[in-house]
């Protein structure tokens, strides 16, 4: 029998499997995303207690099978108390969980996704401004992976963006242009740093082709 190993990790879901088992999906800093079994899960509610919500932060213990992981040990690493009281920080911290299950591949260990990840649900349990924490994961992951939006300067002409300037963000091109430059017959959006919130998630479900629920949860639950 290979030997566990051990690496820190973010419940994503868990789910029951067949009679008794139970499926936890984490994004792990060993080994990326991954699906892990639980053996007699029901049964075992004992020995993994509640640590195996999602958003909790832990330290797991493994045996890689290939397919799945098989879970030896989970130990909460740090309780999110305060987030979880929240409605508006517990959307949030849904909706990031949505994002990584989405744009992250399985099994593709990235330490800068783990990181970004924890630190966003550190940040949003200590109360910090949700709005800036969400702007601020949404760039970073799109960044690591691969969808990083050209933000600087009009993609047609390379004229620099500039506040007074009127500047459109084209979906399809995944960046800004000019009035000058503005392609016909694409989707766009008057661009501004203050839309920017509401453009990176929009751009997302485009880079998605459809929309998510949990994005439309965590608007409908922003603190009026
Ligand atoms: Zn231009």
């Not at 920080?89 to 989405?102: N, T």
Request: hydrophobic share 40%; glycine share 6%; charged share 30%.
């Amino acid at each position: 029998m290979r030997k566990g190993v051990e690496s820190e990790a973010i419940v994503i879901r868990s789910k029951m499997y067949g009679e008794d088992d139970l499926l936890v999906e984490f994004l792990t800093l060993r080994d990326g995303r991954i699906w892990g079994k639980a053996r007699h899960g029901r049964k075992s509610r004992k020995r993994f207690g509640t640590v195996l919500e999602p958003l909790n932060i832990l330290q797991l213990r493994y045996r890689d099978s290939g397919n799945f992981v098989f879970l030896e040990e989970a130990a909460l690493e740090r309780p999110l108390s305060r987030l979880r009281t929240g409605l508006e920080s517990l959307s949030i911290g849904f909706y990031f969980l949505d994002l990584i299950r989405e744009l992250v591949p399985q099994r593709s260990p990235d330490a800068r996704a783990f990181s970004l990840l924890k630190e966003s649900l550190v940040h949003l349990n200590d109360n910090k401004s949700p709005g800036e924490i969400v702007s601020e994961f949404e760039h970073r992951l799109l960044d690591l992976c691969g969808y990083s939006p050209h933000l600087e300067a009009c993609i047609g002409c390379q004229k620099k963006w500039e506040p007074a300037a009127k500047f459109f963000f084209v979906f399809r091109e995944g960046g800004i242009f000019c009035a000058d430059c503005l392609p016909s017959q694409v989707s766009f959006e008057l661009f501004s740093r203050e839309a920017l919130s509401e453009i990176l998630p929009k751009f997302i479900e485009y880079q998605l082709g459809r929309p998510l629920r949990s994005l439309e949860f965590k608007n409908r639950s922003r603190v009026a």
